[in-house]
């Protein structure tokens, strides 16, 4: 695995995670997801919070949120950078912008928080 400083390495080990019995296989170096509850599972195990940056129904804009265009992100523990929304309103965006959730399965502790929300159809041909 090579890894030049970006947050994923450039050749990837990938695995989908459909649902919360998926067994993510040691060798797996990046997760792909798109099921609600394993975002949520993954979001709880690190304290994290739903976020936005962008305008929506329930308040105005933070910040600019680079992701393909649902700006969703997730609010960490002394990280605070957006402004909390719902799960509710952060997966309806995710689902209506066709996102995935990408991380790193990493199991060091503490808890890597490294993750990215993309567009699913820009990763589904890395699926095996």
């Not at 195990?45 to 680079?66: D, F, I, L, N, Y």
């Not at 995710?94 to 995935?100: G, I, M, R, S």
Request: glycine residues 6%; aromatic residues 10%; proline residues 6%.
């Amino acid at each position: 695995m090579t890894s030049t400083g970006q947050l994923f390495p450039d050749h990837l080990r990938i695995q989908n995670a459909d649902s919360l019995d998926t067994a993510i296989r040691p060798t797996t170096d990046v997760v792909f997801t798109r099921d609600h509850d394993v975002i949520k599972r993954w979001a709880a195990e690190r304290q994290a919070e739903p976020a936005t940056g962008e305008a929506t129904s329930s308040g105005p804009a933070t910040v600019h949120v680079k992701d393909g265009g649902a700006g969703i992100r997730l609010n960490f523990p002394g990280v605070s950078a957006f402004r909390p929304i719902s799960w509710d309103e952060w997966l309806a965006n995710f689902d209506v912008h066709q996102c995935a959730f990408v991380y790193a399965n990493d199991t060091s502790r503490p808890l890597s928080n490294r993750y990215r929300i993309v567009k699913a159809e820009e990763w589904n041909h890395l699926l095996p």
